[in-house]
């Protein structure tokens, strides 16, 4: 993908979720069953890295399971980021800081270098190019501890009625589908205002392409939330070093 269409698709949805951040947050009042599900097998004392984290709702559902660790979110909005600091943690040291991963240097805002857990849920898949993905992929493997576990969801809107219904021409932002890599799609937002994004309908071969390459093992998949526990697609990965 031209450096060009990478910076046009990034910028579309840079703009979306700032300008539609409180809309978008309305809509995110739950975690999803595929989440909470992998929030109950994180130790009670880790140390947490939330890649992408929204609007914090993950700090209340770690809460209600009495979590006593430490929790670093980051997100590129501000408007969301600003939903997540309205909850205040007793237990849980808790930092949220404003980072946008697809730039240069982000790691080096947060307060800690290293992470026994690593999360990236609904993250990747707004990511434009393959060298993107792979790029942050080999970033976080550098920040995961010695037995540490990433967990990592996407979006699969092929999977989903209501999503396909959703998905709309590259020639409504001046773009052509050959600009853009096999699996990428513009949907758009009906919640309040119009909007759109760019999303990449992930699958199972080429996450396995890049664990293998970033030096990752998959340990689990599996399918969940949305219209017949289709929508997410959740792996957990480990440190190939770590499983002897």
């Given at each position: 993908m031209k450096p060009e269409v990478v910076a046009r698709l990034l910028e579309?949805?840079?703009?979306?979720?700032?300008?539609m951040g409180s809309s978008f947050s309305q809509t995110r009042q739950r975690l999803q069953p595929g989440v909470k599900k992998i929030l109950h097998l994180i130790p009670q004392h880790s140390s947490i890295l939330?890649?992408?984290?929204?609007?914090?709702?993950?700090?209340?559902?770690?809460?209600q399971l009495g979590f006593k660790g430490s929790y670093v979110g980051i997100d590129a909005s501000l408007s969301l980021?600003?939903?997540?600091?309205?909850?205040?943690s007793a237990a849980i040291k808790t930092d949220f800081i404003q980072a946008?991963?697809?730039?240069?240097?982000?790691?080096?805002?947060?307060?800690?270098?290293?992470?026994?857990?690593?999360?990236?849920?609904?993250v990747f898949h707004h990511l434009p190019s393959k060298s993107l993905r792979m790029e942050l992929y080999h970033t976080l493997r550098k920040m995961?501890?010695?037995?540490?576990?990433?967990?990592?969801?996407?979006?699969?809107?092929?999977?989903?009625?209501?999503?396909?219904?959703?998905?709309?021409?590259?020639?409504?932002i001046g773009m052509k589908p050959e600009d853009v890599e096999e699996g990428d799609y513009l949907l758009d937002w009906r919640?309040?205002?119009?909007?759109?994004?760019?999303?990449?309908?992930?699958?199972?071969?080429?996450?396995?392409?890049?664990?293998?390459?970033?030096?990752?093992?998959?340990v689990e998949e599996f399918y969940s939330d949305g219209e017949n526990n289709q929508l997410g697609y959740y792996q957990i990965w480990r440190p190939r070093s770590t499983l002897g």
């Open positions: 579309l949805n840079r703009v979306f979720y700032e300008a939330d890649v992408g984290c929204g609007n914090g709702w993950i700090v209340r559902e770690l809460d980021l600003s939903e997540a600091k309205k909850y205040k946008d991963i697809t730039l240069s240097g982000w790691e080096e805002l947060l307060p800690t270098t290293t992470y026994d857990i690593l999360l990236a849920f609904a995961i501890r010695s037995g540490g576990v990433f967990f990592h969801s996407y979006w699969q809107p092929l999977k989903s009625s209501k999503m396909r219904h959703r998905i709309q021409p590259w020639a409504l919640h309040g205002s119009h909007g759109l994004r760019y999303v990449h309908h992930t699958t199972p071969i080429e996450l396995l392409e890049a664990a293998e390459k970033c030096g990752f093992v998959l």
